[in-house]
């Protein structure tokens, strides 16, 4: 199961704030990963990264050794993490922010709408999907050229990013 949500809200503290993620995931035995929604295009860009990181990790040819990490990874269109969190981590301060539950091999916990709603509040964040649609300016945010970017229609801003993700894969 895979549920993507955005939210806003102000970040005090970084690391406790990872760390709070961190010890609800394992209670619920699932895996959260949180990312700068300001890089994310739209949530079809988390779903890709999503699947891309669990194929690696069932083929025993991830990266790093977690499924948030290796979803991070993907999410950023990266191979190494000293360049993935820089650019899609969450940072101090007031924010949006991109969330993603899902759950795979031995973690396998159910994720329920309750389940959001908690750590949502929790973590004091106003739920707001709305953070999850990008723009050209996204785009560019996340690293693609105005060449890059005006070789496609606006329509197809989504494949640009989708392409990055696969492209780990190629740059292993």
Do not use: W
């Not at 955005?6 to 990312?35: M, P, R, S, W």
């Not at 981590?89 to 709603?117: C, P, S, W, Y």
């Amino acid at each position: 199961m895979l549920k993507i949500i955005g939210g806003e809200g102000l970040i005090k503290n970084v690391d406790k704030f990872l760390e709070e993620i961190t010890c609800y995931a394992e209670q619920h035995n699932i895996v959260i990963q949180v990312f700068n929604a300001d890089l994310i295009f739209n949530k079809n860009h988390l779903t890709s990264a999503v699947e891309h990181a669990f194929r690696a990790i069932d083929r025993k040819t991830n990266t790093t050794n977690s499924a948030e990490m290796e979803i991070l990874l993907y999410a950023s269109g990266e191979r190494q993490l000293k360049l993935a969190i820089p650019k899609m981590g969450i940072q101090k301060g007031e924010g949006k922010i991109a969330i993603v539950f899902t759950n795979h091999g031995e973690r396998n916990g159910k994720i329920t709408d309750h389940l959001v709603d908690e750590l949502t509040e929790m973590l004091s964040l106003k739920r707001d999907d709305k953070v999850l649609k990008g723009d050209k300016n996204t785009l560019k945010r996340f690293g693609l050229s105005d060449q890059e970017i005006n070789t496609v229609s606006e329509s197809k801003y989504e494949d640009l990013i989708l392409e990055k993700i696969a492209m780990v894969d190629i740059i292993k």
